[in-house]
């Protein structure tokens, strides 16, 4: 039932900037993790960053230093600040968000995706 909705993807050149976001629909949840993943073609997807309920985040080694993840709980939204972007940022990312009804009942939702292009 929850729809995760990404906006902000598009065409940078390296060392430029961008800023993904994504709001979760719905409501009569808590949303436990959000968190940013990509995938390039032919590759795995892999997790960019993460943010807990408490605020903790996680990042990958690749983009530590580089990105930001942050979240505005009051939308159900969240957003990853990508910064000094390489040609090899170049994927698909998605959001996913692992959330709760009541308690116990925990889901796992994924974003469509949005295309990141990091290119001269």
């Known amino acids: 039932q929850v729809q995760l909705v990404e906006s902000g993807g598009g065409l940078v050149q390296p060392g430029g900037s961008l800023r993904l976001s994504c709001a979760a629909s719905?409501?009569?949840?808590?949303?436990?993790?959000m968190a940013w993943y990509r995938q390039a073609p032919g590759k795995q997807r892999n997790v960019v960053a993460a943010?807990?309920?408490?605020?903790?985040?996680n990042y990958a080694g690749s983009v530590k230093g580089r990105f930001t993840i942050s979240r505005d709980n009051a939308k159900n939204t969240v957003y990853l600040q990508m910064n000094s972007l390489k040609p090899e940022d170049t994927a698909v990312y998605y959001c996913?968000?692992?959330?709760?009804?009541?308690?116990?009942?925990?889901?796992?939702?994924w974003g469509q995706g949005t295309q990141v292009t990091v290119s001269s």
């Open positions: 996913n968000v692992i959330l709760s009804y009541g308690l116990g009942n925990v889901s796992n939702y």
């Open positions: 719905g409501s009569g949840f808590s949303i436990n993790r």
């Open positions: 943010i807990t309920s408490n605020g903790s985040t």
